[in-house]
């Protein structure tokens, strides 16, 4: 079945927007798109659903069992996967869940996105290293991004020429489609009230400058995707309900679409509309923004109120930013103290920003999620105090053996893991 991964030679190259542009113009001609985001990345998945009206699920490669991945995929419509960072560049020590994991494993063609700004012959040896790297990939085409003029598109078309790697189209500067781009880490899809006009931009530009017909012709050229069967993972309760708004957004389609084919029903709610906690057997805050909306939360006495009330006789989860939603206090990014639920011993700052990032294989012997899982950890948080007993032992992609995660306090627990399988 048809195909592509867009991919580039690192982060920022314009891969997003083209991802996006094309979508957008692929949903105009009624073409069924099967879209997939590389990688654990909560942002631009609600972005493509944005753009083309279909659901965007993850396919991580490191994280994932080739069973789920190829179910993901899915057998019909055309997989467009937007790759993750550079091509090459996945988790240490080998790269492993690298965006060229997932063209090796579907066969699909490899659509190489090149920030051409500051660049002319050298795009050739840069696209021939690219393609002569692993035998095992195929660089179909290559779109040139960012290109100043009509003589620098020439110039970087004529020393592509010997490469025989096609060029499928050139992308002139433009700063209204920059500018988006500054912020699709941070800034959800829904919080966007430009973002049709941005979408039908995006769309027009790939529409005038690139060969949406020879894209549509190197998709076919992928591999064809047998119908597999997912290896589901079980609900962790039949009530779960399930945070949903600007502060808690980051919950895994796959995961939600598992719980509710085992028969589990899902409650959703919004604490930032200060809604009380549904009745069901598991709550769960998912990670997002809490720190952006801190003093909003603290000020929802109802859903704090009905969370501690429920905390007495139902299981309470919370990740990453919904961990820091069920501490004690959560420090702003301007130093603002606000008072959280209450519900672990653990406090909380953005004040002094400080990355945490990677994969982590984690394990709980008790509570909703205990057993091995593959997670992700991507936060700038910093503990200001953490007392209790720990929800999950853990470990790096290298297998190195960290610091015990979370905590966890009567039926309550958290950590800063998103859960992304079990292992």
Request: proline share 7%.
């Amino acid at each position: 079945m048809p195909g592509l991964l867009i991919a580039a030679p690192s982060s920022g190259s314009g891969k997003t927007t083209v991802t996006l542009g094309l979508l957008r113009a692929l949903w105009r001609r009624g073409v069924p798109v099967r879209v997939a985001k590389s990688g654990p990345d909560y942002i631009d998945p609600r972005f493509h659903e944005a753009a083309c009206g279909a659901q965007c699920f993850n396919l991580d490669a490191w994280a994932m069992g080739e069973q789920r991945l190829r179910a993901l995929a899915g057998d019909r419509d055309l997989l467009l996967v937007e790759g993750a960072m550079g091509l090459f560049d996945g988790a240490p020590p080998d790269g492993r869940g690298a965006s060229a994991d997932l063209a090796r494993l579907f066969d699909l063609p490899v659509v190489l996105v090149i920030d051409a700004a500051r660049m002319a012959q050298s795009v050739a040896p840069l696209v021939a290293g690219f393609a002569g790297f692993d035998p095992r990939l195929r660089i179909g085409g290559v779109i040139l991004n960012r290109v100043g003029s009509a003589r620098h598109e020439a110039m970087l078309r004529r020393a592509l020429t010997p490469t025989l790697i096609p060029v499928l189209g050139a992308l002139p500067r433009d700063t209204a489609l920059a500018h988006p781009s500054r912020h699709l880490g941070l800034v959800q899809a829904h919080e966007r009230p430009d973002l049709e006009n941005f979408l039908d931009m995006a769309a027009g530009m790939v529409e005038r400058h690139l060969d949406i017909d020879a894209l549509l012709a190197l998709s076919e050229t992928a591999a064809p995707r047998p119908q597999v069967s997912a290896p589901s993972v079980a609900p962790p309760a039949q009530r779960i309900a399930v945070a949903r708004d600007a502060a808690f957004a980051f919950a895994y389609p796959h995961l939600l679409e598992d719980w509710r084919a085992a028969g589990a029903e899902i409650l959703p709610f919004s604490p930032l509309a200060d809604e009380a906690v549904p009745e069901a057997d598991l709550v769960v805050l998912p990670g997002g923004y809490p720190e952006l909306h801190a003093g909003r939360l603290a000020a929802a006495q109802n859903f704090m109120q009905s969370l501690r009330i429920a905390s007495h006789d139902t299981d309470i989860y919370g990740e990453c930013g919904g961990y820091m939603a069920l501490g004690q206090g959560l420090t702003d990014a301007e130093g603002t103290l606000h008072r959280m639920a209450g519900l672990l011993d653990l406090s909380t700052s953005f004040a002094q920003r400080r990355l945490h990032l990677g994969y982590r294989n984690v394990t709980a012997d008790r509570g909703p999620f205990a057993g091995d899982w593959s997670a992700h950890e991507f936060h700038y948080a910093t503990t200001l105090a953490a007392r209790g007993d720990a929800l999950f032992t853990a470990r790096d992609a290298e297998g190195t053996v960290l610091p015990p995660m979370g905590l966890r306090a009567g039926r309550v627990c958290g950590s800063f893991a998103h859960l992304i399988d079990r292992r």
